[in-house]
């Protein structure tokens, strides 16, 4: 019968748990904070931190690592519960929120979006919160008048982060069979396309305080203008080029969605406008300087250091976007043949290897802007996620619901070894989570409960496919003489499923 496990079985379950190793995961940090950093009493709680952003940066990180997702899962829903409305209503918060709907819907290929055995839209649930958040975000300007030129307030920041954010947003309200999800889909390509449309393009040697954006896409396309990133009256390569990496994180969201980008021509132009742009300013030397030869068009300086507000300073090294423009297949981001702009060839990432790493990240420290969350932003999402992203239509993403958990609980040894199977055939390749219970009370999380991929070939036909739908657990001596059950996790929306027991299931 497939509730039966082998002795067999048995051997190499506990071959697999000696051999088990859980990862450091980051959220463990000294500094990281499971609740917002500011209280309602705050006068300034609406603006939120750099901790919170650095906060869900972690989070977001944790929840890409199998051994370190329960800890996000957790970790993130307890933040949530924590965060007023008001947090996902200010300037700029878009970028948190596609750290945090990411990161739900990468959960679900772990088995950990859903914990709870109460209807799921319960606040004490992940998507509780999520919906929550959903329904709280509002898009509020940063930079004030967008368009002007004059003042350089393009926007591109606010565009940005707001397209990242309606993109995942979008990724998790298709699994949940949101009806509204197209409509999420339209916003976010919106804002793609907003962000291209506000790129400031500068024609000439000189500059026209009042009339900086004298430049056209023609222009661009023939190599008489250049693209020219305007932040608040001076130019800043890594306001435009940086800003690529959420761009490129919104394109992931669009396709966990369902849906996509495809860039015109146009805009990949201008993408690799802002690149040149970069290039421009980067010294090729050991030390990846980018020195302070930014124009200021209303003085005609060219002293100002390029982008920064002190030290250690953005540089090149922070951003791994070379794949994202190397991108091959038709319908991606921009592709580049060897390189553009005046820097020799490979001065920046036209390769895609010259920049392997980045020693300015103090991931350790949740007070600095130059930690989890922009590391996340730049690196993280724009580099390993975006890489692995052809995974999303098999195993990668939160699944759609279509269907319950199931399996069984075989036995409690006289060791107190329990074991049994259980899968969730909308996730068959994947090892659903099981939850035990004495004399109805939950047991508290096993960490050294395992999955083996040595499930017989009827309970992978009854959990659709797969093979890892074994499972053991250590039931402690504390519960000698307690009846022990169990509970399959879903992998979606749904509660957990009873497992029936089938012999001796008492400690």
């Known amino acids: ?18 051999a088990q190793q859980l990862a450091a995961c980051e959220t463990d940090s000294a500094g990281f904070s499971q609740t917002y950093r500011l209280p309602p009493n705050d006068p300034n709680y609406l603006l939120g931190n750099i901790g919170d952003l650095n906060d869900w940066g972690a989070i977001s990180m944790d929840s890409n690592v199998s051994d370190c997702a329960k800890k996000a899962h957790d970790r993130l829903l307890q933040k949530l519960r924590t965060t ?61 008048g967008c368009g002007d030129g004059f003042h350089g307030n393009s926007c591109m920041d606010d565009y940005a982060g707001e397209a990242a954010a309606w993109s995942w947003i979008a990724a998790f309200q298709l699994k949940e069979g949101d009806s509204n999800t197209g409509t999420t889909i339209a916003k976010a390509q919106a804002r793609i396309a907003s962000f291209f449309n506000n790129v400031c393009i500068h024609k000439g040697a000189t500059f026209d305080p009042n009339n900086v954006c004298n430049g056209s896409y023609t222009d661009l ?77 209303s003085t005609g300086s060219t002293t100002m250091r390029c982008g920064d507000f002190g030290p250690p300073g953005y540089d090149p090294r922070m951003y791994r976007l070379g794949h994202f423009f190397l991108a091959p297949a038709p319908g991606q981001p921009p592709w580049v043949s060897g390189h553009v702009g005046n820097a020799p060839a ?7 290897n010259c920049c392997a790493s980045y020693p300015g990240w103090e991931l350790s420290n949740f007070d600095s802007q130059w930690g989890y969350g922009r590391y996340a932003t730049y690196y993280d999402q724009a580099f390993t996620w975006y ?17 319950p958990a199931k399996g069984y609980l075989d036995t409690v040894q006289d060791d107190g070894w329990a074991h049994g199977w259980a899968c969730d055939p909308d996730a068959p390749n994947s090892f659903v989570k099981v939850d035990l219970y004495a004399n109805g009370v939950k047991i508290p999380d096993d960490a050294d409960q395992y999955a083996t991929s040595s499930s017989e070939a009827e309970v992978n036909s009854r959990c659709g496919g797969g093979t890892a739908h074994r499972w053991y657990s250590q039931v402690s001596s504390s519960y000698l003489g307690q009846t022990i059950t169990a509970k399959a996790r879903d992998y979606t929306f749904r509660p957990s499923v009873s497992l029936p027991c089938v012999t001796e299931c008492v400690r």
């Open 1 to 18: 019968m497939s509730h039966r496990l082998t002795v067999h079985v048995v051997a190499i379950l506990l071959l697999v748990a000696g």
């Open 84 to 144: 007023p409305d008001g947090y996902f209503q200010t300037s700029l918060v878009g970028y948190s929120i596609a750290l945090i709907f990411s990161a739900g819907v990468r959960l679900g290929s772990f088995g950990w979006f859903n914990t709870a055995t109460d209807p799921v839209y319960s606040t004490d649930t992940l998507a509780g919160q999520l919906d929550r958040v959903k329904n709280a975000y509002l898009e509020v300007s940063h930079a004030g």
């Open 387 to 403: 890489i692995s992203r052809g995974d999303q239509y098999s195993d990668r993403y939160l699944p759609f619901d279509n269907n």
């Open 346 to 352: 490979g001065a920046y990432q036209s390769d895609g």
């Open 221 to 297: 396309a023939n190599g008489q203008a250049e693209a020219f990133p305007y932040e608040h009256g001076f130019e800043s390569p890594h306001y435009g080029f940086g800003l690529l990496t959420s761009i490129a994180h919104a394109t992931i969201g669009l396709e966990a969605a369902g849906s996509g980008y495809v860039l015109s021509d146009e805009e990949k132009t201008k993408a690799r406008g802002l690149m040149s742009n970069l290039q421009s300013h980067v010294s090729n030397g050991s030390t990846w300087n980018v020195p302070d030869d930014c124009r200021n068009p």
